[in-house]
């Protein structure tokens, strides 16, 4: 046992793990099937419903999902990291870890293995989504989402080292939580300002569908900065924990 | 203040004593938790650390600890490894009781093996519940559990705050023997408001009034200090007229009448009380049911002191 064992076991047992896994795995199915029979479900409510529809494409199973994603799956992401990641929501257990171990080696597994677990637990519903597209309504390009998939990922830690630097602020796990998810919502009413856009973290949530349409590759900037942000972070959070008290 | 965490410290060492503050003060805003406090634990003693509520034992030992952080002055640990237990110790729920044990064996990496593990899990009579997951535990099982988890790593010094507060008497019991059997291996700083604990597992003792050390040294040298030589005498009649008796004589300081028949007396000059006596008793005339010295308990001390 030990602080990497610890953070495993951790999503293991109290199920934070299935919750990822059902949230995204759901959304992952849910994506081509609506792309599928959405149609037949409005026609068969009458012609005006089919109307009001745009027309539907396979790429859209994928983009559903990660529309889908985008919302619930971030919110349980939020609520995974900040359950792992404030440890000083209970001062007994903090005080168990915190005179046995340096911040850095409490903080750094739990930052890794929660954001991990997010990622890959997003990657599992692409997965779905992907073959469930292609099986249900036809094949698309691998390629843009595998790129797409990636630079999403990359979000997902974004959003874990966002949660981490929350809890060197507050304590309480659901107000570190939705705090988060608070600055995340702030972060993202940049992207308005024009300029500013492709700089910003949120330009990799939408490039898959610019991918899959065709469009080129503009990440470089969003990604540069997005990692920037998560070391500089992640430093903060842990120069701010080792000066905290208890 | 440098954080120290088991297995590491970067303090100055002194010989002859495992802690050593000076003018240490901590405030919280507009309230001074500790101030200036000079306290000197003697390496290998056993350290009761008294005071009522809000006196700031807790903070003391988070700053020992490295949990807090002092105002001002200055703090000396001369420890290779500290163990900590808070008052109400608390774990992940979904851990067992041994992954708890072992976990902080892993993490204070000091070449501690791992069948320590079940040996401290033995002593903390949690050996049948040790695979049950914490969750389940009792209040008394955990501060065992939290015990165990500082024993493993058979730390140079050991901060706990009210260690046997949550026991039953017999969990209790297990934890003084416990204390006891630390003597001279580690030395062992414990807070408590428990007085019969301390007044049994400690020799040496610091009382803390409001942030201020009232009293620091050994326990017997406290109780001498602040011992009134005195007796008890039970009478079954004539106990006013056996005070007055009493008064008369230059020994006597002072004499209570209890409504039974209960006369307490503080005495100036205890050999000549216990020469004369009994026979100032005898020649009252009065039946005597017992007479019995006085002794003077560390509760009797602690609320003089901190009056």
Same mark, same amino acid.
């Given at each position: 046992?030990?602080?990497?064992?610890?953070?495993?076991?951790?999503?293991?047992?109290?199920?934070?793990?299935?919750?990822?896994?059902?949230?995204?795995?759901?959304?992952?199915?849910?994506?081509?099937?609506?792309?599928?029979?959405?149609?037949?479900?409005?026609?068969?409510?009458?012609?005006?419903?089919?109307?009001?529809?745009?027309?539907?494409?396979?790429?859209?199973?994928?983009?559903?999902?990660?529309?889908?994603?985008?919302?619930?799956?971030?919110?349980?992401?939020?609520?995974?990291?900040?359950?792992?990641?404030?440890?000083?929501?209970?001062?007994?257990?903090?005080?168990?870890?915190?005179?046995?171990?340096?911040?850095?080696?409490?903080?750094?597994?739990?930052?890794?293995?929660?954001?991990?677990?997010?990622?890959?637990?997003?990657?599992?519903?692409?997965?779905?989504?992907?073959?469930?597209?292609?099986?249900?309504?036809?094949?698309?390009?691998?390629?843009?989402?595998?790129?797409?998939?990636?630079?999403?990922?990359?979000?997902?830690?974004?959003?874990?080292?966002?949660?981490?630097?929350?809890?060197?602020?507050?304590?309480?796990?659901?107000?570190?939580?939705?705090?988060?998810?608070?600055?995340?919502?702030?972060?993202?009413?940049?992207?308005?300002?024009?300029?500013?856009?492709?700089?910003?973290?949120?330009?990799?949530?939408?490039?898959?569908?610019?991918?899959?349409?065709?469009?080129?590759?503009?990440?470089?900037?969003?990604?540069?900065?997005?990692?920037?942000?998560?070391?500089?972070?992640?430093?903060?959070?842990?120069?701010?924990?080792?000066?905290?008290?208890? | 203040?440098?954080?120290?965490?088991?297995?590491?410290?970067?303090?100055?060492?002194?010989?002859?004593?495992?802690?050593?503050?000076?003018?240490?003060?901590?405030?919280?805003?507009?309230?001074?938790?500790?101030?200036?406090?000079?306290?000197?634990?003697?390496?290998?003693?056993?350290?009761?650390?008294?005071?009522?509520?809000?006196?700031?034992?807790?903070?003391?030992?988070?700053?020992?600890?490295?949990?807090?952080?002092?105002?001002?002055?200055?703090?000396?640990?001369?420890?290779?490894?500290?163990?900590?237990?808070?008052?109400?110790?608390?774990?992940?729920?979904?851990?067992?009781?041994?992954?708890?044990?072992?976990?902080?064996?892993?993490?204070?990496?000091?070449?501690?093996?791992?069948?320590?593990?079940?040996?401290?899990?033995?002593?903390?009579?949690?050996?049948?519940?040790?695979?049950?997951?914490?969750?389940?535990?009792?209040? +008394?099982? @955990?501060?065992?559990? *939290?015990?165990?988890?500082?024993? $493993? =790593?058979?730390?140079?010094?050991? #901060?706990? !705050?009210?260690?046997?507060?949550?026991?039953?008497?017999?969990?209790?019991?297990?934890?003084?023997?416990?204390?006891?059997?630390?003597?001279?291996?580690?030395?062992?700083?414990?807070?408590?408001?428990?007085?019969?604990?301390?007044?049994?597992?400690?020799?040496?003792?610091?009382?803390?009034?409001?942030?201020?050390?009232?009293?620091?040294?050994?326990?017997?040298?406290?109780?001498?200090?602040?011992?009134?030589?005195?007796?008890?005498?039970?009478?079954?009649?004539?106990?006013?007229?056996?005070?007055?008796?009493?008064?008369?004589?230059?020994?006597?300081?002072?004499?209570?009448?209890?409504?039974?028949?209960?006369?307490?007396?503080?005495?100036?000059?205890?050999?000549?009380?216990?020469?004369?006596?009994? +026979?100032? @008793?005898?020649?009252? *005339?009065?039946?005597?049911?017992? $007479? =019995?010295?006085?002794?003077?308990? #560390?509760? !009797?001390?602690?609320?003089?002191?901190?009056?």
């Amino acid at each position: 046992m030990n602080l990497w064992s610890l953070e495993w076991l951790r999503l293991w047992r109290t199920q934070r793990l299935m919750i990822l896994a059902a949230v995204f795995g759901s959304f992952g199915l849910l994506g081509p099937l609506t792309v599928r029979f959405l149609p037949d479900l409005m026609e068969s409510l009458g012609e005006e419903a089919v109307g009001t529809l745009p027309p539907m494409t396979a790429a859209d199973g994928v983009s559903m999902y990660i529309g889908n994603a985008l919302q619930i799956g971030i919110l349980a992401t939020a609520f995974v990291g900040a359950a792992a990641l404030a440890f000083d929501a209970k001062p007994e257990i903090a005080i168990f870890l915190r005179t046995r171990a340096a911040i850095r080696d409490i903080f750094i597994p739990r930052l890794v293995v929660s954001s991990a677990a997010a990622a890959v637990m997003f990657a599992m519903g692409m997965v779905i989504a992907f073959v469930g597209t292609g099986l249900l309504i036809e094949w698309i390009d691998l390629g843009p989402v595998l790129i797409g998939t990636a630079l999403f990922m990359v979000y997902l830690v974004f959003l874990v080292a966002v949660v981490g630097l929350v809890s060197s602020f507050l304590r309480s796990v659901p107000g570190v939580a939705l705090v988060s998810v608070g600055a995340l919502i702030v972060i993202g009413l940049l992207s308005i300002i024009s300029p500013l856009a492709p700089w910003l973290p949120g330009a990799l949530i939408g490039s898959t569908d610019v991918l899959l349409s065709g469009g080129e590759f503009i990440y470089w900037r969003a990604l540069i900065v997005t990692s920037a942000l998560i070391a500089g972070m992640t430093t903060w959070s842990i120069h701010r924990l080792d000066h905290r008290e208890v | 203040m440098n954080r120290r965490s088991a297995g590491t410290c970067s303090l100055p060492k002194v010989t002859d004593r495992a802690i050593h503050t000076a003018a240490l003060t901590k405030k919280y805003k507009d309230v001074t938790a500790l101030d200036r406090v000079d306290l000197d634990v003697p390496r290998g003693s056993v350290y009761g650390l008294v005071g009522p509520n809000g006196a700031g034992k807790t903070t003391m030992l988070g700053i020992l600890a490295g949990l807090r952080k002092a105002t001002s002055g200055s703090v000396e640990v001369a420890a290779g490894t500290v163990g900590v237990l808070p008052d109400t110790p608390q774990f992940d729920r979904w851990l067992t009781g041994r992954e708890v044990v072992e976990l902080s064996r892993k993490l204070a990496d000091n070449g501690i093996p791992s069948s320590r593990v079940d040996e401290v899990l033995e002593i903390a009579g949690l050996a049948g519940d040790a695979n049950r997951k914490v969750k389940g535990y009792s209040r +008394g099982m @955990l501060q065992r559990l *939290g015990l165990a988890a500082v024993v $493993v =790593n058979e730390p140079d010094l050991l #901060l706990l !705050d009210e260690p046997a507060a949550a026991l039953d008497p017999a969990g209790r019991r297990e934890v003084l023997d416990l204390l006891s059997a630390m003597r001279g291996r580690s030395t062992v700083l414990l807070s408590s408001h428990i007085l019969e604990d301390v007044q049994e597992v400690c020799d040496e003792i610091g009382i803390l009034r409001r942030g201020e050390v009232m009293y620091q040294g050994s326990l017997d040298g406290l109780l001498s200090r602040y011992s009134r030589s005195g007796f008890g005498v039970k009478v079954r009649s004539g106990a006013e007229e056996i005070k007055d008796l009493l008064l008369d004589r230059p020994w006597v300081k002072s004499v209570g009448v209890g409504s039974d028949g209960l006369l307490s007396l503080v005495v100036s000059d205890r050999a000549a009380a216990e020469q004369e006596l009994v +026979g100032i @008793l005898a020649g009252s *005339g009065h039946p005597v049911q017992w $007479v =019995n010295q006085g002794t003077t308990s #560390l509760e !009797d001390v602690f609320l003089e002191v901190t009056r």
